[in-house]
């Protein structure tokens, strides 16, 4: 049997980039993925590739600072598929770039409205779906909530990454006896639209080949590669089934070995 065999997830942040890939790893192992986003025309994209048939695939224009539009998403779930098994978060505001110095606040705010409200939002949607028959809640991370990066700063998207997590164990207390897990996957680099965009960016500055910036990256890495979209999919799709029934609370970093805890 599939591994995600008879389930419904929810997924929010389905664009181009890690939302479809999660979307289309539901649909491959046996689920039905019930996509979210702010574009509409990204969301019909996603399920048309992942489910040409349309059996396997609903979707809305979902913004999560909405909450009547979270309440909505959450409906279609249950109205098209009968239930909710899990919610996968991927939407995110992670274009703020800056540190304390040059930080202006009412961006932070609007970033922390959609990384840590938002998500808590959408989750809180699902609610009355989950406790139904259990289920699964899966926040994606970042590895740079725990690890600022060199490269990039990022605090505003990494401080609401990180409130998100912290979120997650009380989270992880409150829902337990609805057996309700709430799981974070923390990626590193990770390779797909936005990485591949800085690794161009990167080498056109520094007047470098694409494959050197790549390496710059690599090397910091246990195993000699990236981790991929696909990679992270796959975490994410152990952590909604049945396989992980016993985990909860937990962070797991899908980093290629590039930071150790």
């Known amino acids: 049997m599939s591994l995600l065999h008879g389930k419904t997830v929810v997924v929010s942040g389905v ?3 890690l939302g479809h890939q999660v979307a289309a790893t539901v649909v ?3 689920g039905n993925a019930v996509l979210g986003a702010r574009t509409e025309a990204n969301l019909a994209r996603s399920a048309a590739g ?3 048939g349309g059996a396997h695939t609903a979707y809305r224009r979902t913004d999560i600072t909405d909450e009547q539009q979270c309440r909505e998403l959450a409906g279609l779930g249950r109205e098209r598929f009968g239930r909710i098994d ?3 978060h991927v939407a995110a505001w992670d274009s703020c770039f ?3 110095e040059d930080a202006d606040f009412a961006t932070w705010q609007s970033v922390l409205d959609v990384n840590l409200l938002g998500t ?5 949607a699902c609610l009355p779906a989950l406790k139904a028959d259990g289920g699964s809640v899966v926040f994606i991370g970042t590895q740079s909530a725990v690890a600022a990066p060199s490269q990039v700063r990022q605090a505003a998207y990494a401080a ?3 409130a998100l997590t912290s979120a997650m164990y009380s989270l992880a207390r409150e829902l337990g006896p609805h057996r309700i897990r709430v799981n974070t996957v923390l990626p590193g680099w990770m390779w797909g639209p936005p990485v591949q965009a800085y690794v161009r960016f990167a080498a056109r500055s520094g007047g470098l080949a694409e494959d050197a910036v790549l390496q710059r990256l690599t090397e910091r890495m246990a195993l000699p590669e990236l981790a991929t979209d696909g990679d992270v999919a796959d975490a994410v799709a152990f952590l909604v089934s049945d396989r992980a029934r016993a985990i909860t609370g937990q962070s797991l970093l ?3 070995g590039e930071l150790m805890r």
């Open 254 to 256: 899908v980093n290629a």
């Open 50 to 52: 992942v489910d040409p």
């Open 15 to 17: 664009g181009p980039g």
């Open 160 to 162: 609401s990454k990180g």
């Open 86 to 88: 899990a919610v996968v």
């Open 28 to 30: 491959r192992d046996g």
């Open 98 to 100: 800056g540190g304390l």
């Open 120 to 124: 808590l939002r959408m989750t809180r």
